[in-house]
């Protein structure tokens, strides 16, 4: 498996060594696995919008509405 350096600020890994107990490595991985995969679905939503016929102003308006949705939602929650 190929390795990586990394360079933090020392106050940051202070911190850290607080949790010595914790695989920082594993947790690494999985931190940029999960930004690989939210940069990938952009990509792919990317892609879908490029034949969209949807306006700027179109989808300003979706968004509002999607907002709405999800605040009422929250509130009968």
């Known amino acids: 498996m190929p390795s990586m350096t990394l360079s933090i600020p020392e106050d940051f890994k ?3 060594e607080k949790f010595n107990w914790l695989n920082w490595s594993s947790i690494a ?10 940069l990938e679905a952009l ?6 919008l490029e034949n969209s016929e949807l306006s700027e102003k179109d ?10 949705s999800m605040a009422e939602y929250s509130d009968k929650k």
């Open 14 to 16: 202070k911190k850290m």
């Open 29 to 38: 991985r999985e931190a940029f696995a999960k930004r690989i995969a939210q």
């Open 43 to 48: 990509e792919k939503f990317k892609e879908g």
């Open 59 to 68: 989808c300003i308006e979706l968004g509002k509405k999607i907002k709405e």
